[in-house]
């Protein structure tokens, strides 16, 4: 897409950022002779008409939302327009990183240097309290640190303005989850306080390198943020008392905007704030939040390994590849997740909490666009047919045991596990001839999917018969390092019973929280052509658990 010309007017430079929802790029406006970026949004892409429209929503929201503050330090929008059926926001081009990058990069910020970026923060908070606006996802990923030393606060995607209509669904919260404020952990209504509390926890994670309250899933971390306090940051310095203030529970007793940038005044200048001892250590709130085997009593199946091998049975090429089963797969990702049961005792019954687990550098996997579509898995194992929703016709949506749920070509593919060892899934609609395999793997061997498939295809390539190297590429996959082998081979009758010239593709990405997915699909090589092409709306379909 680089080069493209956007509404006639942006033309579209390199990728400087994405997240979950979308992509932005450097881009040059041809009507002002300026440099700008374009957030493009990616997620429109894989979505349902219905929660299309819910997108383009909060998008025209976001550029509302930041469109009525007037602040130095709120990046500031040029314009919204639509391209490709989809809503594209023009922004200033802010030439710098974010303070997740930063803290990737150092491993920590100076305390106070922190200090200094948050009273920016803060600023540029207390102006969008004012305009009516509340962030509601002060994070690392969003605060942007430019080459000139500026400091600004972005992505107001999922912001609350005073007097809008409401354009979540009944109970829904959005937000990262490790800087959610424990308030809205418990389903209150978020205020002032609430970005204050995401603040504390963003200038945590800059001077200790990690979240305060980060768990092994977004369920643990969200009982962590109500039920525990954080641990004492070993860096901090003067800026501890001031993070200790800010992460208190209640919000009644946090520090006020004014109060707040007082204190970070003074710690950005070496001093211990005296205002901040008042503000004892917080205490354990008396509420507990259920954990998934309190409340779904069924067991969580194991997720394989994932290399890929042609079908046909675990013949010695395809043993020769296999690693022993993985440990067993968290329930929750870093994904955004439906909560409905889980979180009853918390928010009220028959609600739906979407959250979004952070990364230990303070980036987050943004809200997946189906999260809330995505059906139960169906415990049975066979499968179950969920309505199309945007897929072409005659394709149906199966959700699966192992979490996932896809698109397939119709309702006569069924599902097989290919190996129960390795816990690989198979989809076929005639007994392996032409089929689809997906395998999840927890712990990588390699944290670059191609040179994943660079290995696979050298291995493969010494054993399979007539192999050929099609394509291996680099590839951008939902915003994801991804990677393509294509391939062909001949496939004998003592491995399989589909014997004859046969082709596959291989799709591998690790996502943001580290999880391995290589989506496979493999037929004759006669049709090739069809099955190619399933394999690209495959892919649009597919699901994260």
Known sequence: MQGSLVAGRYRLGESIGSGGMGRVWRAHDEVLHRAVAIKELTAALYVSDSEQAMLLARTRAEARAAARIN???????????????????????????????????RERVEPREAARIGMWVLRALRAAHAAG???????????????????????????????????????EVVG???????????????????????????????????????????????????EEEAEEPRHAGPLAPVISALLHKDPAVRPDADRAEQMLAEAAEGRRPSAAQEYVPTRAVDAHVPLPHETRPEAVPQVPQHPQHPRGGPTAVQRLYAHPAAAPRRRVRGRVIALVVAL????????????????????????SPTATATPTPDPTGTGRAEPRGGLPEGWVRRSDPYGFSIALPGDD???????????????????????????????PDFDDPY???????????ERLVGYQRILLDRRVYRDRESARLEYGW?????????????????????????????????????DWATTGEQFETVLKGWREP
């Open 71 to 105: 602040h130095s330090a709120v990046v500031t929008v040029h314009d919204v327009l639509e391209h490709d059926g989809r809503p594209w926001i023009v922004m200033e081009l802010v030439e710098g990183h974010s303070l997740a990058d930063a803290v990737k990069e």
């Open 451 to 461: 040179e994943h498939l660079s290995d696979l295809n050298q291995q493969i390539g």
């Open 490 to 526: 001949t496939a004998l009758a003592k491995d399989t019973d589909f014997p004859g010239p046969r082709r596959a593709v291989d799709q591998m990405y690790v996502s943001r929280d580290g999880v391995e997915y290589a989506i496979y699909m493999s037929g004759p090589a006669e």
């Open 413 to 443: 593919w069924e599902r097989e596990v290919f190996d129960e060892e390795t816990r690989q899934v198979d989809y076929t609609p005639d007994g392996g001839e032409h089929f689809i395999r997906i395998a999840i793997d927890d712990s």
């Open 344 to 367: 009853a005792a918390i928010i009220g019954g028959g609600t739906a909490v979407m959250l979004q687990q952070g990364n230990r550098d303070g980036t987050t996997a943004g809200p």
């Open 176 to 226: 990262s989850v490790d800087y959610l404020a424990p308030e809205r952990v418990r389903g209150h209504d978020p205020g002032p306080s609430s970005d204050l509390w995401a603040l504390g926890a963003t200038l945590y994670t800059a001077v200790e390198g990690r979240s305060p309250f980060r768990r092994t899933s977004p369920l643990t971390t969200m009982q962590a943020v109500v």
């Open 133 to 171: 606006v509340l962030h509601r996802d002060v994070k690392p990923g969003n605060v942007l640190l430019g080459r000139d030393g500026r400091v600004l606060l972005t992505d107001f995607g999922i912001a609350q303005i005073d007097g809008d209509t409401a354009i979540t669904r009944t109970g």
